[in-house]
Structure formats: C-alpha cells, structure tokens
T-cell receptor, first 108, second 114 residues
Framework: KNEVEQSPQNLTAQEGEFITINCSYS?????LHWLQQHPGGGIVSLFM???GKKKHGRLIATINIQEKHSSLHITASHPRDSAVYIC??????????FGKGTHLIIQP | DADVTQTPRNRITKTGKRIMLECSQT?????MYWYRQDPGLGLRLIYY???????NKGEISDGYSVSRQAQAKFSLSLESAIPNQTALYFC?????????????FGPGTRLTVL
C-alpha cells in the first residue's frame, strides 16, 4: 500500500513569505498531483507531475522520482493562498492515493 | 455552469435509510470517481469507473454501491446508511487522453447520518 506523507500538517506564515510544502511517498508512481482545497470545501487541481518542475504564476512544484519526494512552493504568499494543499499520487491504473493535506494560513 | 455537479449538496438522514448521491459531468470524460473525505484522514477512493461498462472497487467500497448510467452520470448509493458514513463526498472526473489525467472535482456532498 502506498503511503503518502505530507509535512508540515499545519503552517502559519506572514504575507510575502516563501512557502514550502513537502510530500513523500513509499512506492513507485506514474504521476503526482497537487490539489488545493478552499475553505468552502471545493477542490481544484494545481499540478500534475511525472518528472522535473512545473510553474504556474507564484506556484512551483518539483518532483524527484528517485527520492520519492515532491515539493510545492508558493512565492510572495498572500492571504488568498490560505487553503489546504493536498498531495496525491497515482500508483497504478486506479484512482489517486492522497496525503492528509497541509493546512496553510497566510496572515496579512 | 459547473462542469461537474453533485446532488444533493447537503443531506441529513437516519441510520438504516438508503441514500443516493448523484454526479453529472459535461466535460465528456470517460473516467469518474467517488471519494470520501473525513477530518484527519484525507480523501479516500470508494469506487471508480473508466467507462460505462467498467466499475471498480476502491480502497473503502464496503457499504457502498455505484451505478454508471451513462458516460455523464455516476451515482453512489448507501444501501443502509450508518453513522460512520458521515463524511464529505466528492465526485471527480478525468480524461487520460488529455495526457495528464488531471482530476476535476465536483463541489462535494456533505452527508450526515444520525
């Protein structure tokens, strides 16, 4: 069974700070997803990675397949970035296996 | 209009009742999924379907059943609801032909079983 561990579980930071959220998994995967869950509950997909690095606006996601590790970075963080960030992996042909999420609060 | 819709959005029911949660999508995707989310446990896969004739159990399928009535519709049933099925339920779709298998989530259904 593929375990997905995220750290930290909770993170509070000041506006403008550089944020890093980490995700580690235990077995081989074909892809990794980063999701954002808004305070109202809705979930949106941010990135899907199978190698390397992707950037979208102030968000950057990286993955190291050999080390079974991915990071999500937020530059120049803003209160509207406050959300739960969820890492999910694709271990095979089935649906996703999820981490428990990182609850991020950005204070003005 | 939202691409993935779920009905109802909220439901309170009693132990032993049969409940159906419905999911519809306008994205034309073949793949559909049902997940539940519990505080402290994260999202877990209940059932998934890769096309109308394909239904597969996920990690926590016991106590649930599904029906894929059409490419656009995927329903989740609780045959006899119990309190530990109280959770937030999400439907999602994906299209592997996009090359990313990005999942698109519905808004969620908050189910409370008393």
């Amino acid at each position: 069974k593929n375990e997905v561990e995220q750290s930290p579980q909770n993170l509070t930071a000041q506006e403008g700070e550089f944020i890093t959220i980490n995700c580690s998994y235990s077995v081989g995967i074909s892809a990794l997803h980063w999701l954002q869950q808004h305070p109202g509950g809705g979930i949106v997909s941010l990135f899907m990675l199978s190698s390397g690095k992707k950037k979208h606006g102030r968000l950057i996601a990286t993955i190291n397949i050999q080390e079974k590790h991915s990071s999500l970075h937020i530059t120049a963080s803003h209160p509207r970035d406050s959300a739960v960030y969820i890492c999910a992996v694709v271990p095979g042909a089935d649906g996703l296996t999820f981490g428990k999420g990182t609850h991020l609060i950005i204070q003005p | 209009d939202a691409d993935v819709t779920q009905t109802p959005r909220n439901r309170i029911t009693k132990t032993g009742k049969r409940i159906m949660l419905e999911c519809s999508q306008t994205k034309g995707h073949d793949r559909m999924y049902w997940y539940r989310q519990d505080p402290g446990l994260g999202l877990r896969l209940i059932y998934y379907s890769f096309d109308v004739k394909d239904i597969n159990k996920g990690e926590i399928s016991d106590g649930y059943s599904v029906s894929r009535q059409a490419q656009a519709k995927f329903s989740l049933s609780l045959e006899s609801a119990i309190p530990n099925q109280t959770a937030l339920y999400f439907c999602a779709t994906s299209d592997y032909r996009e090359g990313t298998d990005t999942q698109y989530f519905g808004p969620g259904t908050r189910l409370t079983v008393l």
